[in-house]
């Protein structure tokens, strides 16, 4: 029985509040604070109608340290689930270093000025941590989060060594938007509009933006174009398991997606260098994003599926062998669900499941983890019970 502190009440927020509402027997209490309070409470009378529970809100400006060291002090929970913005996590941990309490969130810190993916801010807390006896758990959603313990998991059961990853990500779903963005805009067109980067050899290859891609037939979906994007957790990935010759991630887009935004960025929209405009300065990209849906809001009228997952090859038994391991995620269940399209769920679900792996104690240690650092059988077991039903198929080699 615990009380955990959720900040950011966004569409990832709303999920997580919800899946921790349904597990009582762990999640006691719940506190959700955000920037914009009247979202919070918009997320707790949809939760009071759905799972009848009672959870606190509470206004929090959470890049202000002392601000959420006085929430933490006041409510007093065991752990702070990060689900605001990825230039939130360096203040959440400072807080959480400075009130003893532990820390988790789904999406590596963002300096605001410079679009760089990269563990080294979080992983420099390291000691810290360590020495304040208390756990910080790094990117516990979906990518990053389920495809590193997938790839934990493959590695314990399937193979004696790995050798290839493929990280795919598809999202087959419809919103009936001309264009929008599945997680927040200014931080999902940031991801995406850098160069492209894998693994290969012991080394970093860089490729322009959106250049290289293949079809892949995703299982439930069918055959997408897949692009060759950097993605945060192949930098953890290569850390943490051991001999691998390459590793890369790939997304799905759709032309009409891929059109919209050849445009926003060739007029300049997608740029996060601020501009005058009547006086003010205006960054585009923070302006596109007041132009675009919600991502909170595509959930009514989602039809269609995700499929996640990861492509692992290697040997086993002294025998090549390549498995897909993955999960299928439906647009309208996880609106029925908890009123949130399967992106916001598939990020969601995980964070509640590692937040319940520490509490529960499945999951410990006084440092910052990375997810395949940690046992993924616990996870996996949860997965399906929770909402993320997965599937192995052996592949030809
Ligand atoms: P949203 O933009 O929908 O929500 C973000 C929320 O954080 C908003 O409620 C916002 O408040 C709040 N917020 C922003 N700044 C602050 C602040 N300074 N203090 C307190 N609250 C703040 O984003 P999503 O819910 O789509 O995404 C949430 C997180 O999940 C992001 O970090 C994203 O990168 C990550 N993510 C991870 C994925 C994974 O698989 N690992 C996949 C998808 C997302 P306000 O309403 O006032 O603006």
């Known amino acids: 029985m615990s009380k ?3 900040v950011g009440a966004g569409g990832v927020g709303g999920v997580v509040a919800h899946k ?46 002392d601000q959420t060291v006085a929430l933490i002090r006041k409510f007093q929970p065991e752990l702070v689930i990060n689900v605001a913005l990825p230039y939130q996590d360096l203040a ?20 605001p000025d410079t679009p760089r993916f990269e563990y080294k801010w979080q992983w420099a807390y390291q000691e810290r941590f360590k020495t304040a006896g208390l756990m910080a758990l790094l990117g516990s959603g979906f990518d990053p989060g389920v495809t590193n313990v997938f790839c934990a998991y493959a ?44 693994w290969e050899d012991g080394e970093w290859k860089e490729i322009p933006a959106m250049s290289e891609s293949m079809m892949w037939d ?8 897949s692009f060759l994007l950097y993605h945060e957790e192949l930098e953890s990935l290569v850390k943490n398991i051991h001999g691998l010759r390459r590793i890369r991630f790939f997304m799905t887009f759709g032309e009409q997606y891929l059109t919209h935004l050849r445009v926003l960025q060739n007029v300049g929209m997608t740029s996060i260098e601020p501009v005058m405009y009547e006086g003010h300065e205006v960054v585009p990209l ?19 599926k995700t499929n996640i997952g990861c492509v692992v090859s290697g040997i086993h038994n002294g025998s090549p062998r390549k498995i897909y391991i993955y999960n299928v995620c439906d647009h309208e269940e996880t609106y029925r669900e908890v009123g949130a399209q399967a992106v916001s769920y598939t990020t969601g679900v995980p964070a509640m499941i590692g937040a319940k792996m520490m509490l529960e104690g499945k999951w410990s240690g006084a440092g910052v983890f990375n997810m395949e650092e ?12 929770y909402g993320l039903p997965w599937k192995i198929l052996e592949l030809e080699v």
């Open 374 to 385: 940690l046992d993924p059988e616990p996870f996996m077991e949860d997965l399906n019970r």
């Open 286 to 304: 923070k302006f596109l994003k007041q132009l675009l849906p919600d991502p909170g809001s595509l959930g009514e009228n989602y039809k269609g």
């Open 20 to 65: 921790c509402a349904q597990v009582p027997e762990v999640f006691s209490e719940i506190l959700l604070a955000s920037r914009t309070v009247a979202r919070c409470e918009a997320i707790r009378d949809a939760v009071r109608e759905r799972t009848g529970r009672e959870i606190g809100v509470a206004g929090l400006d959470a890049d202000q340290v």
């Open 92 to 111: 959440i941990m400072d807080a959480c270093l400075e009130t003893g309490v532990a820390y988790l969130d789904t999406a590596n810190y963002e300096p």
């Open 218 to 225: 995703y299982p439930e979906i069918g055959p997408r174009n």
């Open 4 to 6: 955990v502190l959720i």
């Open 155 to 198: 590695a314990r059961k399937y193979f004696d060594e790995i050798h290839y990853i493929d990280i795919l990500d598809c999202n087959a779903g419809d919103h009936g938007h001309p264009f929008a963005t599945n997680f927040n805009p200014e931080i999902n067109i940031r991801e995406i509009t850098q160069p492209g980067r894998y």
